[in-house]
């Protein structure tokens, strides 16, 4: 860890990750299927990828990249916290207590990330940087993405990861300010006829397609 902004770039794919886990346990909980793949789908996660991170990042995180030493305490104490928020999804045993319990690590998570962010001793410059805070949960949990909202450089990846996410009949709204083609014309260079893509507005100003996953039948 030599700087902010590999640490953002770390933060925002494991506060993708975990959102997206907890997205597809609260579908689960909501469409009253069973819940037991996507409970122990977000299980497996956490315990192979949130929780080694955690120790990792304690033995990495150096006290000469914070302000003081109380900083880091404070830090290792959410670890402590985001651990005990595991243990209680792990021991849930309604759909109302496991909602709450994973609505409680989401939370508790991204909030982590913007207190450890903000903490970090890191030069002024930005460069490579961007705030996960202002894109991160709407590009995955909402029905419409603002590719403007996006980071330029992120932008085909993050763009095709929230596509992956979709379900065979699902569908997510991208608008942009610009035209959407190219990005269609490289998204189907790399998927075939994965998607559908259905344009509701065709500019001048404003372009907006509705992306449909096919059945694989259907690709």
């Known amino acids: 860890m030599t700087g902010a902004a590999p640490v953002c770039d770390e933060h925002s794919v494991l506060l993708w990750q975990t959102c997206a886990y907890a997205d597809d346990l609260r579908q689960a909980?909501?469409?009253?299927?069973?819940?037991?793949?996507?409970?122990?789908?977000?299980l497996g996660f956490l315990h192979l990828r949130l929780l080694p991170y955690l120790a990792d990042e304690?033995?990495?995180l150096s006290r000469n990249l914070l302000r003081d030493d109380h900083l880091r305490e404070v830090l290792i104490a959410d670890h402590e916290r985001l651990r005990a928020d595991v243990d209680n999804i792990d021991g849930s045993r309604t759909r109302s207590l496991?909602?709450?319990a994973v609505a409680a690590l989401v939370?508790?998570?991204?909030r982590h990330v913007r207190r450890e962010e903000s903490w970090l001793a890191s030069p002024a410059s930005d460069a490579g940087q961007f705030d996960v805070r202002d894109w991160a949960l709407p590009l995955l949990l909402g029905d419409l993405v603002d590719l403007e909202a996006l980071p330029a450089e992120h932008r085909d990846t993050l763009v095709r990861r929230r596509l992956a996410w979709l379900h065979p009949g699902e569908s997510v709204r991208l608008q942009a300010n610009y035209d959407l083609h190219p990005l269609w014309r490289r998204q189907h260079a790399t998927q075939g006829n994965a998607y559908r893509w259905l344009y509701e507005e065709d500019g001048p100003t404003r372009w907006q397609a509705r992306v449909t996953r096919r059945a694989d039948e259907d690709c």
């Open 29 to 42: 909980a909501r469409s009253g299927r069973r819940l037991a793949s996507a409970h122990d789908a977000m």
């Open 58 to 60: 304690e033995r990495r």
């Open 98 to 100: 496991l909602g709450l």
């Open 107 to 110: 939370d508790r998570l991204d």
